[in-house]
């Protein structure tokens, strides 16, 4: 998050639809031990170029959106950025206090969105998002204090992806796509003494994930559907690199999984599934089989029961 949950990672702006799986989720998801937000990203508009403005108090976003160039396109991009670094940099100036504060974050979400034919639809996303923050000594201050100080944190994420959706029958559909996400973090301090040497370092630590994945739907019945897929990953992890040591950990991995979806009564639904994990690295690997299964009893639109 940004802000420490204040703000969402996720600009508003751009979001089309959200589920959260709080447990018992479907096994296309895996590798993870937690709680799962599907987030899907709304397309632009095609029929004409239009946008907004929103100028806040702590933030200030802007919109905009229409027709790519190509027939049956469009795009959309978000962007955001604070307020309040200036802020806080007035506000600490002013504090009975030895240092100044300052802390900001920015994100951009863009979306390109294409159907070539009734039956192909191609999508392309990117994300990238900094927070940073950051404290210095003051120079001029009551504060008796030889060295000078200044310490900057930023964390945040890059991400790229693309999916081809294809209808291959009536009742068959094919999806297959690309990501790559970064999660980094950097951290550097410098320290200025007058009768030392000045002390500097600086450190780096990352995630980065490329995935690949093909999924087909088909739907025998309407009340009856089945999903498989698969999926290859591979992790790259640095811990903690101060610029001259580096141990960077790789992972890949391959996933399979099938599941099927049966719908009865009104609101009242039944789902089992099944998933394989397969996990490598220099030190250790290890191949897993994940049953999956959930009931859910409708009683009425807003109320049901689910077990998993």
Same mark, same amino acid.
């Given at each position: ?95 009975? /206090?030895? #240092? +100044?504060?300052? $802390?900001? &974050?920015?994100?951009? @979400? ?124 591979? /992790?790259? #992890? +640095?811990?903690? $690199?101060? &610029?001259?040591?580096? @141990? ?61």
């Amino acid at each position: 998050n940004h802000l420490g949950g204040f703000f969402s990672t996720f600009n508003p702006d751009i979001i089309n639809d959200i589920r959260i799986y709080k447990g018992g989720f479907p096994a296309r998801y895996g590798g993870k031990l937690s709680s799962i937000v599907d987030i899907t990203q709304k397309e632009g508009n095609k029929n004409k170029h239009c946008g907004s403005l929103h100028v806040g108090i702590t933030d200030i976003s802007a919109t905009a959106e229409g027709p790519a160039g190509l027939k049956n396109s469009s795009y959309i991009v978000c962007a955001r950025k604070t307020m309040i670094g200036a802020l806080l940099l007035f506000v600490s100036s002013l504090a009975d /206090q030895q #240092y +100044l504060i300052g $802390y900001g &974050f920015y994100d951009f @979400n863009g979306k390109f969105s294409w159907s070539p034919t009734d039956k192909d639809k191609l999508t392309v996303n990117f994300y990238i998002g900094d927070d940073y923050l950051g404290l210095r000594s003051k120079k001029d201050t009551k504060y008796i204090d030889p060295q000078q100080f200044r310490l900057g944190y930023m964390w945040g994420n890059v991400m790229a992806s693309a999916q081809y959706k294809r209808i291959l029958g009536s009742k068959t559909f094919l999806s297959a796509g690309i990501s790559h996400s970064r999660y980094r973090l950097r951290t550097g301090y410098k320290i200025k003494q007058d009768t030392l040497p000045d002390v500097r370092s600086r450190f780096l630590s990352s995630l980065d994930v490329t995935m690949a994945d093909v999924v087909v739907k088909h739907d025998f019945f309407k009340f009856w559907n089945m999903e498989a897929g698969v999926q290859g990953e591979f /992790q790259s #992890y +640095l811990p903690t $690199y101060n &610029f001259e040591q580096k @141990n960077t950990i790789y992972r890949p991995a391959a996933f399979a999984y099938l599941s099927t979806t049966l719908q009865f009564l009104k609101y009242s639904s039944a789902t089992l599934g099944v998933r394989t994990n397969g996990i490598m690295s220099s030190a250790y690997s290890d191949f897993s089989i994940e049953p999956r299964a959930s009931l859910t009893f409708g009683f009425s639109p807003n109320h049901r029961l689910g077990l998993s």
